[in-house]
């Protein structure tokens, strides 16, 4: 089975800040990745997904960017934080092209943005 | 658009009691995940739903699915305090060759008192 990496696990950060948050899969050849935001209390909503490398789609307007520089790392990126962007940042990967199972889930970086 | 929406958003259940949870979603989807989520962790993959008729079951845990009717529940036998968590149903859609979006309900808070 697969298993999700992501750091850090945790991160302050000030408003108007760089970010960079790393994901990295192993156990799985070719997986669609995805980057979820939860913010307190409340559900996941999808923000970027990629069916490989050096292809993203967003699905929101936003502050954030994404990348996939190789088959099984995602990373999230701002070049300029707002308030708005604190949330707990999931990572997680659907193998065989999308067409495994189910959609696995990374331990998350819970961001803060101050 | 698709839109996934869970009931009850809390609930307070004494330990031994049965319940079920509800998800409903908008439009045709290929497939139904539960999902358990504790506080502060991410998310655990506890079912896939992938046909009309659909029902699994693990432990105190059985989920079902009525593709007509838009709707997966989550039945819950003989509650333990072990079971006390965030659950989330989410639906998915295929779209060209991009596969696996998963669209969240709200998550339903289950607390089991003793």
């Known amino acids: 089975s697969q298993t999700i990496h992501q750091w850090p696990a945790t991160l302050v950060q000030p408003v108007g800040s760089p970010l960079s948050l790393e994901c990295t899969v192993e156990g799985t050849s070719n997986p669609n990745l995805y980057w979820y935001r939860q913010a307190a209390g409340r559900g996941l909503q999808l923000l970027f997904y990629s069916v490989g490398i050096g292809q993203i789609s967003s699905e929101v307007p936003q502050n954030l960017s994404a990348s996939r520089p190789q088959d099984r790392q995602f990373i999230l990126s701002s070049k300029k934080l707002l308030l708005s962007d604190s949330g707990f940042y999931l990572c997680?990967?659907?193998?065989?092209?999308?067409?495994?199972?189910?959609?696995?889930f990374g331990p998350g970086t819970r961001l803060l943005v101050l | 658009e698709l839109k996934v929406e869970q009931n009850p958003l809390f609930l307070s259940m004494q330990e031994g009691k049965n319940y079920t949870i509800y998800c409903n979603y908008s439009t045709t989807s290929d497939r139904l995940y539960w999902y358990r989520q504790d506080p502060g962790k991410s998310l655990e993959s506890l079912f896939v739903l992938l046909s009309n008729g659909a029902v699994k079951q693990e432990g105190r845990l059985m989920a079902s699915l009525d593709t007509k009717a838009r709707l997966s529940t989550l039945h819950i036998t003989a509650a333990v305090h072990d079971l006390s968590a965030t659950y989330f149903c989410a639906v998915s859609r295929r779209y060209g060759g991009a596969t696996n979006k998963l669209i969240f309900g709200t998550g339903t808070l289950l607390a089991v008192q003793p």
């Open positions: 997680a990967s659907h193998d065989s092209g999308g067409l495994g199972e189910t959609q696995y």
